[in-house]
């Protein structure tokens, strides 16, 4: 009993340590995933852009609504712009449709917006992209914003994006609302680099996490 107490107490000793281990020795590096958009310096420290906070339109109980899909909710979170004229033209999406079919436990945790114009006239909307495409995954969301000012929200998400970037693909953000990757959700391997590159991001916010609680608990031992 006392050898198994021991072995106990050995692990709950060495899974911290594992785990800070498998974080740092991890394939994929947070600390080389890119920065996108416009970027400032700040004396010697470098500013990256962040899209600020995501407030949208979404349809609760056929009544439209703002939400704010904050960063305690949706520490991260991946936007995907569909504009009118992709309406019909779902293969902009396949890989991402490929996966709720064959592999949709893989997205479960995936918090993913499609942002679609909304029309001025708020009466009008008829249309919902989810239900278009046939997704039940309660992770992947409909979301509206106004038609007026849908192109400039959306380049606002593309800032000095890359050449081959489309502006239909899906945006990653951090907890900061920094632009962290695109992928072209017409390929499966593009989703699959998506649901690696977000699977580590989530592992760096909980070290972050756990190195924040231990400075506080180190204070209050002071």
């Not at 420290?45 to 899209?51: C, I, K, L, N, R």
């Not at 009466?123 to 192109?151: A, G």
């Not at 380049?155 to 899906?170: G, N, Q, T």
Request: net charge positive.
């Amino acid at each position: 009993m006392q050898k198994k107490s021991k072995l106990i107490l050995f692990l709950i000793i060495l899974f911290p340590s594992a785990f800070w281990l498998i974080l740092e020795t991890s394939t994929i590096n947070s600390s080389k995933l890119l920065y996108y958009g416009p970027k400032t310096l700040n004396g010697k420290d470098t500013v990256y852009y962040s899209v600020g906070d995501l407030k949208f339109n979404t349809v609760v109980n056929n009544s439209i609504v703002p939400k704010l899909f904050d960063t305690i909710n949706y520490p991260l979170i991946t936007v995907c712009f569909m504009q009118t004229k992709y309406i019909k033209d779902n293969y902009r999406l396949e890989g991402l449709l490929d996966y709720t079919i064959h592999k949709k436990t893989e997205l479960s945790e995936l918090p993913l917006l499609l942002l679609f114009p909304q029309p001025d006239s708020v009466k009008n909307i008829t249309y919902n992209l989810r239900d278009s495409l046939k997704i039940d995954l309660p992770t992947i969301e409909q979301s509206y914003w106004r038609q007026s000012s849908y192109d400039s929200l959306n380049i606002m998400y593309f800032k000095s994006k890359p050449s081959h970037v489309d502006y239909s693909f899906i945006v990653l953000l951090d907890k900061k609302r920094n632009i962290r990757g695109y992928y072209d959700g017409r390929y499966a391997m593009e989703i699959k680099r998506l649901l690696s590159e977000y699977q580590h991001l989530r592992l760096k916010e909980e070290k972050n996490r756990m190195i924040q609680q231990n400075e506080i608990k180190d204070e209050t031992h002071k």
